[in-house]
């Protein structure tokens, strides 16, 4: 693994954010003696002239790599009392537009090439030359940017987005974008641009057959990027539209790579009901959290905490699981994982919903249902400051009744290979 981090390096600002509409306008460059008079420079292992030819075919080509298409998913068994409607507003919008329209259309995804723009790691942008954004991030943190101190001057895959550091969004957004690699041939060819990363990023990152030699770590720095590729899996924060390829991509990787470690996805002991908590995080703090582990370890589910756990044995449980229960939150996105027909009732808080895990789960074609818990006190300021507590007793019978419960199947498998 290769670093390109300077802490010391001073900068002079060159960007300015001006407009809510994902533009940028240059601004004057402001001179500071501390400034390097060259950037940095990585030499990377591939040339631009081996790379010519897929390059003219990104440019050529009409079709996009991921073509536009259409899916079907399960639909959702809503579990609400009729007082609690009026608090699960966006829930409930989202479970009757889904099942009522189980057929959903994803946008094509495509991949991208271009010379001489600034990769911006702090806010996991690519800036164009005439200042738009290219590539990832959410508009309304940007503030500026600054003369690059470091280059790359050899073609490189940029891979990751601001959300890189949220389980959910490293798995869907990042992960997901390298089946564009795969897709060009070249998945072993480019280093792969990435930030600071955790050690539950670079074992999911070998799980998806990238080995630490092709990964240049970076800093917040902005960086001179010469030639870049990218794809649209790190552009997509409306995560009800990302697409299945890429879904489909990071759960063959993922599950090959069990498969590889542990003889057989099947091995070590399967867990037929799982309950995954939020019992390591303060945030979104449901205060009745081990009562409701408690009682359903008495039901025979067995209680898990992503974070004490290896991303593969994260991978290896979920997909070995026939039902699980589930806060609302980053740790659902393994239902990607899952079998199809495997019952999941994820619990919300009142009118707070993503729908991210839903439809992970949903593209491995579980069975979902939703309910709702109740607030006890939220930050006017910060939504996602709550706490927040559960029927316990009405839990146990949801998720019972969704096990017991026959449904016809409508999922239509939108994978490739399973």
């Known amino acids: 693994m290769h670093a390109l981090h300077d802490g010391a390096t001073t900068f002079a600002k060159v960007i300015e954010y001006t407009s809510l509409k994902a533009r940028l306008e240059w601004s004057g460059i402001v001179s500071r003696s501390q400034l390097m008079p060259k950037p940095k420079d990585y030499d990377a292992v591939k040339s631009y002239e081996q790379l010519s030819e897929q390059i003219r075919y990104l440019r050529s080509r009409e079709e996009a790599f991921f073509p536009a298409r259409k899916i079907a998913v399960n639909p959702i068994q809503l579990y609400l009392r009729e ?14 537009n889904n099942n009522k329209r189980t057929n959903l259309a994803r946008p094509r995804f495509d991949a991208h090439f271009a010379e001489k723009v600034i990769g911006f790691p702090g ?27 470091l280059r790359i001057s050899r073609p490189v895959f940029w891979s990751f987005n601001i959300l890189h550091r949220v389980y959910h969004h490293w798995l869907v957004n990042c992960l997901s974008s390298l089946a564009a690699l795969e897709q060009m041939g070249l998945e072993n060819e480019l280093p792969i641009v990435m930030p600071k990363l955790s050690s539950w990023q670079k074992e999911s990152l070998s ?22 590729f990218w794809s649209d899996f790190c552009s997509a924060n409306d995560l009800q539209w990302v697409h ?16 590889a470690s542990h003889g057989s996805s099947e091995t070590g002991q399967p867990h037929e009901k799982l309950y995954i908590s939020r019992l390591d995080t303060k945030k979104r703090w449901l205060v009745n ?25 994260q991978v290896r449980l979920c997909h070995n699981a026939k039902a699980i229960v589930a806060l609302h939150g980053a740790g659902l996105t393994n239902g990607l994982f899952c079998r199809p027909h495997t019952k999941v009732l994820e619990i919300f808080p009142e009118n707070f919903f993503h729908a991210g895990p839903v439809r992970a789960c949903q593209m491995a074609g579980s069975r979902q249902g939703f309910m709702l818990g109740r607030n006890l006190r939220v930050n006017e300021k910060n939504f996602q400051d709550l706490d927040w507590e559960v029927d316990v007793a009405e839990v146990l019978k949801n998720a019972q009744h969704l096990i017991d419960t026959p449904y016809e199947q409508t999922w239509a498998d939108p994978f490739c290979a399973r």
């Open 83 to 96: 007082e609690e409607f009026g608090r699960a507003t966006k829930a409930v919008q989202f479970v009757q």
């Open 123 to 149: 806010r996991g942008m690519i800036i164009g030359a005439d200042g738009g954004i290219l590539s990832g991030g959410r508009t309304a943190f940007f503030r500026s940017v600054y003369t690059p101190a």
């Open 207 to 228: 799980a998806m057959g990238v080995s630490s030699e092709q990964i240049i770590e970076v800093g917040n720095e902005p960086i001179l990027l010469e030639k870049v």
């Open 244 to 259: 299945p390829a890429g879904h489909a991509f990071v759960r063959r990787r993922a599950l090959a790579a069990v498969q």
């Open 289 to 313: 959290e081990r009562a409701l582990a408690d009682a359903l370890e008495k039901e025979g589910y067995v209680v898990v905490v992503g974070s004490e756990l290896s991303f593969l044995d």
